[in-house]
């Protein structure tokens, strides 16, 4: 699942290529990588115990909210995923959550308290606030709507 999410993030990232007929699809798939990234955004909570730092769970729906903030960064999908049902109370819900967790641990959802020392950042949730600042921000764009539910 993984891997399929990370081919569908060069796809969406490669703009300059996708037909018209391919950028329906990815229209028509939005919805059910919200309703999955909806169902399953607890997952990356669990990262923060050390034992579960390779969760499966957890790591698809990190991919899946990189796939929804790259789609949103398109206009031709940003305009559907802003009027989906929930994706954006979620978000916000998942960033107070993920903001809790690091406060009550070692925070390993941000680069600045992942890394230590002269070591590269390797923990899969590193940058997670950082993309869900960055999907919030997205469907708030041009969104009166949504800008006053945030």
Known sequence: RVTLLELMMVKVNDKNSVTSEEMNVFVRHADFLAVCFQEK???VLKL??????QDEE?????RL???LCEMTSNNSQLEHLQTFPGLLETAVDTLRLTHLAGKQAV???TATHAVTGQEGISHPAVGFKSHLIRLIGNL???NKE???KV
């Not at 923060?48 to 730092?53: F, I």
């Not at 957890?58 to 990190?62: C, D, F, K, N, Q």
């Open 58 to 62: 957890a790591l698809v729906t990190i």
């Open 48 to 53: 923060t115990a050390a034992a579960d730092a």
């Open 107 to 109: 925070n390993i959802f």
């Open 65 to 67: 909210l990189d796939v």
């Open 41 to 43: 955004c607890g997952a």
């Open 146 to 148: 949504n800008q006053d």
């Open 140 to 142: 708030c764009y041009k």
